[in-house]
């Protein structure tokens, strides 16, 4: 999906200094042999994000990563950076920069950013569309709060557009109201938006909490073809430390694989309990909803037919000049995502989830 060129601001390389997971101890060199590891003359160092703050469970892959030891087998210290709004502002900035790697949609590659996207966390939107008792259908939003939470160009932002069009209105059609990601349910709760893109976690707790609330439209019938959350990075950071790149992939693909086998989700529950700051009945309904949804990928996590519709989706929008739709070749460096499943262990499969 897209983002707004006015949405795109300087990123001060000092704002990366935050966010990374507090559970975890600092990662030093594994010795020869540790969790599979070699030595490590030094650890390479890498800026990783998330798209919202504080993270929703399908976000968690680097902190689970980390907590599993698999960046630190591979020699990498990893800072763990939270953005509000996951497509929106400072996030594309710093990816353009190379001082991350982070959720990038293709509208900004189309838009010019030297950037390629490397790696599907979560092809497929776990999310819906959650509203108010009184709300039944889209028209029902027709001058209703709906939150814009990551600011204009941000996913919620976007969703709502896309809800609104199915009843043939316009975003200037409702009331958007700006707020943090982290005031996304408590707004809804107070009665402060009527509307909200809410994940699992969310729409299990708000549902138990708010009468009437209830599932307007799951973003998987909204918008079934869209590529959702996938990691992207500068064409001149992939050129000049691919292996790094490559590695870090790697480690989140473990992490991801870690949450569908299930071998070890007891001893890595409390590190998405923390992350997500959320309650433990409502982390198990998400991971329980994410893996038989096969929303979290296991392999490269690309679809071509996705990437298509989504670039698509963005001209149709406006928000890509027809004149500069690109291909998934000149999108996705797909390269880079197979080799980093050849590090994890090859393709696997769990089930029907193949991605």
């Known amino acids: 999906m897209s983002v707004s060129k006015t949405a795109i601001r300087t990123f001060a390389v000092c704002g990366l200094l935050a966010a990374s997971s507090g559970s975890v101890l600092p990662q030093t060199a594994p010795a020869a042999g ?95 569309y959650l509203v108010t008792a009184a709300i039944q259908t889209p028209a029902d939003l027709k001058g209703k709060r709906l939150s814009a939470a990551g600011g204009v160009g941000g996913f919620n932002w976007l969703m709502s557009r896309e809800v609104l069009k199915k009843a043939g209105l316009a975003i200037g059609d409702a009331i958007m109201v700006s707020q943090g990601t982290a005031g996304r349910l408590p707004g809804f709760l107070a009665g402060q938006i009527d509307g909200v893109v809410a994940h699992p976690e969310d729409v299990f707790l708000a549902q138990a909490k708010k009468p009437g609330a209830h599932v307007l439209v799951p973003l998987t019938e909204l918008v079934p073809e869209l590529q959702f959350n996938t990691y992207g990075a500068s064409t001149e950071w992939i050129a000049r430390d691919r ?55 296991v392999n490269e996590g690309f679809d071509r037919a996705r990437i298509d519709w989504t670039m698509q989706n963005d001209v149709d929008n406006g ?29 696997k499969e769990f089930g029907a989830c193949k991605l």
């Open 34 to 128: 540790m969790d599979g590891g070699t030595a490590c003359a030094a650890m390479r160092k890498i800026n990783v994000g998330v798209a919202v703050s504080p993270p929703n469970v399908v976000h968690t892959a680097p902190y689970i990563a980390k907590a599993m030891g698999a960046f630190a087998k591979r020699c990498i210290d990893v800072n763990i950076v939270q953005f509000d709004g996951g497509v929106a502002g400072s996030v594309v900035t710093a990816i353009a920069q190379g001082t991350a790697i982070a959720s990038l949609s293709l509208a900004p590659i189309a838009q010019g950013i030297k950037a390629r996207q490397i790696w599907g966390l979560a092809p497929i939107p776990p999310q819906s």
């Open 243 to 297: 292996p790094l790149l490559r590695d870090t992939i790697a480690a989140m693909i473990e992490a991801n694989r870690a949450m569908y086998s299930g071998a070890d989700r007891d001893k890595l529950l409390p590190v998405i309990l923390e992350a997500t700051q959320k309650p433990r009945e409502a982390v198990l309904f998400a991971i329980d909803f994410l893996t038989k949804n096969c929303m979290w990928s």
């Open 319 to 347: 928000d890509v000049p027809a004149a500069k739709k690109l291909g998934f070749e000149q999108l996705v460096d797909l390269s880079l995502a197979t080799e980093a499943v050849e590090m994890a262990g090859g393709h």
